[in-house]
């Protein structure tokens, strides 16, 4: 027997879902530029609500507090960083080859949020690091670690500090986007942010690490 209010109502239900997942999702993106303009001490829900056209009992509603905003902001960075960077994958390539792939992928991530730099520099000022530390990001840096602990246990790159080394290859991917503003009047003429310019700067960075990492620097680092 046929139950057509409940067939009718399933339709509705997953409209609802999706209805609800792009809200939360606008939301985030509105809260993401506010957070990153502001902290979030400076942040003001009225300013979200006003970008978004969704009412502030509604943000409180899926997010409960300013807070838990704030929060679900980084943890779906750390989730899309983490996914970019694909540790499974680079587990299973030599240590050089991962590096290279690795340091690719971070720049990438960076070109396609410029502004998210400024997230962490509010989280780190504001709030000494608590909310990022929250989010999961870590999983990343760790990859990134256990390659240069891997290269260097197979013999091809240098008795370094894995820790801090993957502290200096980090500020390599992000700093040329950070800085973007305040550097931009040394050479007006380039477009820091053009694809071209950015493919540029990511095989400078991969020629770099890989110059001071490789413990025979003869080698290519070309990709």
Known sequence: MNHPAKEKSLPNKKRKLRDREATKAEILDAAEEEFAKSGLA???????A???GVTKAMIYYY????????QEVFQRLARELNQMIHPSQLEKLPAEVALKMLVRSAIAYEASHPHRGRLWFHEAIQNQGKYGKLSGWQESFVC???ILERGIAEGNFRQLDPFL??????GICVFYFDAQKNLNYLKPERELLSQEMIEKQTQEAINLVLGGVLLHTEKSCRV
């Open 165 to 170: 080394t993957a502290i200096n290859i980090l």
């Open 144 to 146: 990134l670690v256990n």
């Open 50 to 52: 006003d970008r978004t």
């Open 42 to 48: 400076g942040a003001r829900i009225d300013a979200i």
């Open 63 to 70: 997010f409960n507090s300013k807070e838990g905003l704030y």
